[in-house]
């Protein structure tokens, strides 16, 4: 099969001729159709996830058609096709027993535990538990752009930040994630601040429903002006880009029992962040991450996709093909683009 492949992190991403995999017992393997192209796995190439082992195939927000099932396999069949959240749960553990495969002890992520999705093919195990049947009304592309960045920002709004109709929110950068969520609180009746360094990004996050936006290069303090248009802060703020400002600003732009959701990853030097624990304090204010959603929990948005309530199709920014892939990642930390880029294999 054709798939990108590192050897070392920071080196060059290749496009090379690399064995068809075989599906695992209790797995299968997918003839990838289209995959998304995220910062995480520009995280995993610049060698800030421990999960991964070099050799790699990066990749991990994918859709496909089933190509082959091993023999434990009883609810997936090839030809099926399929989606599947980016932490796969065992099944097994104690956080699978209670539906939280998100956080499974013996999790498998495509493009980080294993070899991922920027490929023709790749295997995948835990299929029973996993696997998302995909309607035939929605595409590959769009099912690839729900990949980790749609449904973590899906479960972090509305099951994680219990998201009310007439609430504020803040979203704190306007790329991928950030996108999503912007789209999915106007879904759900909420108020938006869109926050980004980018007009393009803003730009953006307008015409999918935002009902204001802030320039953080353009303000002397990024709280004081989501404040100031939401009258008293938000309800609910999210750092959709994952930096200790923009943790910082999100977190003290909440207004009295506010929420913050952290949906961007904290990696690198951003790892430890700086949190104002006075105001945690003295607004009474909550702290939540988000990682990925249950296969279980697909349904729900699914169907609202369905009835068009959500149109992550309009989050599209661009379709590449594989080889244009390894370019455009390992160039993600200068220019993360605007929209989400699909690939398709």
């Not at 090379?16 to 997918?30: Q, T």
């Not at 007439?166 to 609180?185: D, P, T």
Request: proline fraction near 6%; charge should be negative; include cysteine.
């Amino acid at each position: 099969m054709k798939a990108l492949y590192y050897d070392q992190f920071t080196a060059p991403i290749r496009l090379e001729n690399l064995p068809d995999p075989a599906p695992p017992h209790d797995g299968v393997v997918i003839r990838v159709k289209a995959t998304g192209l995220c910062r995480s796995d520009w995280h995993g190439w610049m060698g800030h996830d421990a999960d991964i082992a070099l050799p790699h195939v990066p990749g991990h927000e994918l859709a496909g058609i089933v190509e082959s099932a091993g023999p434990g396999v009883s609810r997936f069949k090839p030809g099926d096709r399929v989606t599947l959240p980016f932490c796969m749960g065992c099944g097994h553990c104690v956080q699978c027993a209670h539906g939280d495969q998100q956080i499974c002890d013996r999790y498998f992520q495509p493009g980080f535990t294993g070899w991922g999705s920027f490929a023709e093919y790749v295997a995948v195990p835990y299929a029973d538990q996993n696997l998302v049947r995909l309607p035939e009304e929605i595409g590959f592309v769009e099912a690839a752009i729900l990949g980790c960045r749609f449904i973590t920002a899906f479960r972090g709004l509305i099951h994680q930040g219990r998201l009310q109709p007439g609430e504020w929110v803040a979203v704190h950068g306007c790329g991928g994630v950030g996108l999503s969520a912007v789209m999915i609180a106007k879904a759900a009746g909420a108020r938006v601040v869109a926050v980004d360094i980018s007009p393009e990004k803003l730009d953006f996050a307008r015409r999918i429903g935002a009902d204001h936006l802030v320039n953080a290069r353009s303000v002397n303090a990024v709280p004081e002006a989501v404040w100031d248009l939401t009258q008293g802060g938000a309800h609910l703020s999210v750092d959709a880009f994952g930096g200790q400002e923009t943790c910082f600003n999100s977190i003290a732009s909440l207004r009295k029992r506010g929420r913050h959701i952290q949906l961007g990853l904290l990696a690198g030097e951003h790892n430890t962040a700086v949190v104002p624990m006075g105001a945690v304090i003295s607004r009474e204010l909550e702290i939540y991450g988000s990682h990925g959603m249950q296969a279980h929990r697909y349904p729900e948005m699914l169907n609202l996709i369905l009835e068009g309530k959500l149109q992550p199709a309009r989050l599209l920014g661009k379709t590449i093909g594989l080889e244009a892939a390894a370019g455009e990642l390992m160039s993600m930390g200068n220019s993360p683009g605007t929209g989400v880029t699909v690939v398709e294999v």
